[in-house]
């Protein structure tokens, strides 16, 4: 082989040597971001986890029909339109105005998310008459007038006459890209 043969084979390895190394970061970091959004997932998860915490540090308050602060009491509607607003995200006042508000999603605890509420009522087709905010493993936090405080409850609780029937589910945050907010379903369930 001639010395201009065997530099122009060196060049050419040390062009295919530079350019793998050039690619290889962009090659490597592409695999390991499967989400293009995911800078926007990441924010939602961070929101929908303080929606929970806000939510979970007005346990114990007290009920009180119409009250709308943790000094002097929460209704459902009261209690969801304080820890919404106090994440600069704005809701009507009563339960049946919120549960028009964001995405409908399907009725099953599996595609829930924290920070999604939960809209119940007396009946399968009565109007919606009680809210509450998923925190998530099948619990929501809610201001019930039977239990007199804001209180957590399952949604598989058994059904009673004091207990309304879980009716669907909102979607307020939805950045998150991985999760499609649809319709609601009908099914079983309980609340108050």
Not at 39 to 46: K, N, P, T, V, Y
Not at 74 to 86: E, I, N, Q, R
Not at 115 to 127: C, E, I, P, R, V
Not at 139 to 146: E, P, V
Request: aromatic residues 6%.
């Amino acid at each position: 082989m001639s010395s201009s043969s065997l530099n122009r084979c060196s060049r050419i390895a040390i062009v295919l040597g530079t350019t793998a190394l050039l690619c290889w970061p962009a090659a490597s970091l592409s695999a390991q971001e499967t989400k293009p959004f995911a800078a926007f997932s990441s924010s939602a998860q961070s929101l929908r986890d303080s929606v929970v915490q806000m939510a979970k540090a007005q346990v114990g308050k007290k009920y009180k029909l119409g009250g709308t602060s943790p000094d002097k009491g929460f209704d459902c509607s009261g209690l969801v339109k304080y820890v919404m607003a106090a994440l600069n995200l704005q809701v009507p006042r009563t339960a049946k105005q919120q549960a028009k508000e964001g995405l409908a999603v399907v009725k099953d605890t599996s595609r829930l998310l924290p920070g999604d509420l939960l809209t119940f009522g007396k009946t399968k087709k009565s109007s919606v008459s009680h809210i509450g905010i998923y925190i998530g493993d099948g619990h929501y936090i809610h201001a019930s007038s039977t239990a007199g405080h804001v209180i957590e409850s399952s949604i598989d609780r058994p059904h009673s006459p004091l207990i309304k029937i879980w009716r669907g589910a909102r979607r307020m945050l939805s950045l998150d890209d991985s999760v499609a907010a649809v319709a609601s379903a009908p099914s079983k369930g309980g609340g108050n």
